[in-house]
């Protein structure tokens, strides 16, 4: 492939995945790390450290659900009752020591606080998950778990979330939340009574 289409396309992947890592492009564009290091160089592109950094610096709406340091993984985007994205890197103390694989609640730790932390309320509680491991996941992979708010037609109270996680560009989990959130009525979970203090 010529070096200017090379790059063109180098520059379309990371517009449309910003987390991508420089060793994915080597196997997506079929070239050596080093051919991938100085295309980026050439372009301007930051390395994915970086990338990730600027992301997180963008203005993005304050999670309201919890305080953030209750986030499982590091939210880089959030649209209250839209979407979110956070990632997650699996370190030693995420996996099962014998075979580097990640215990599944860490997965879904990062999977289910998004889906509380993209909605919009002082009060958000899980009331239900639907969820699916994909693949296992392993030391040293970065999770991006990308959250949306579907419509819930009829569950006054309740949101319906969805959140695919992804290593790379494969999917590794995905899973379906209704999240209780306390606008507009009184709430009752585990024996507490939430009084609507709006």
């Known amino acids: 492939m010529p ?31 080093q051919t991938i290091r100085l295309d980026r160089m050439e372009l301007g592109i930051p390395e994915l450290r970086e990338r990730m950094k600027l992301m997180a610096e963008r203005s993005y709406d304050q999670v309201r659900s919890l305080p953030l340091h209750e986030v499982i993984g590091e939210i ?3 649209q209250l009752d839209k979407s979110g994205i956070s990632i997650f890197e699996i370190r030693e103390e995420h996996v099962f020591s014998r075979t580097g694989i990640a215990r599944g609640h860490h997965v879904f730790a990062q999977a289910n ?34 959250a949306y708010v579907r419509p819930s037609s009829g569950q006054k109270g309740k949101a319906r979330v969805e959140v695919f996680t992804y290593v790379g560009e494969e999917m590794v989990f995905q899973g379906n939340f209704v999240i209780y959130r306390s606008t507009g009525e009184d709430r009752h979970e585990g024996g507490n009574h939430h009084e609507n203090r709006h």
Do not use: M, Y
Request: with cysteine; net charge positive; proline share 1%.
């Open 76 to 78: 880089v985007d959030l």
């Open 3 to 33: 070096k200017k289409a090379r790059q063109q396309q180098l520059v379309q992947i990371i517009e449309e995945n910003p987390f991508i890592t420089d060793q994915e492009l080597t196997r997506r564009l079929k070239v050596s790390i």
């Open 113 to 146: 606080s998004l889906a509380v932390a993209v909605i919009n309320d002082e009060i958000a509680l899980t009331f239900s998950a639907d969820i699916r491991f994909i693949r296992s996941v392993h030391l040293g992979e970065k999770c991006i778990a990308k």
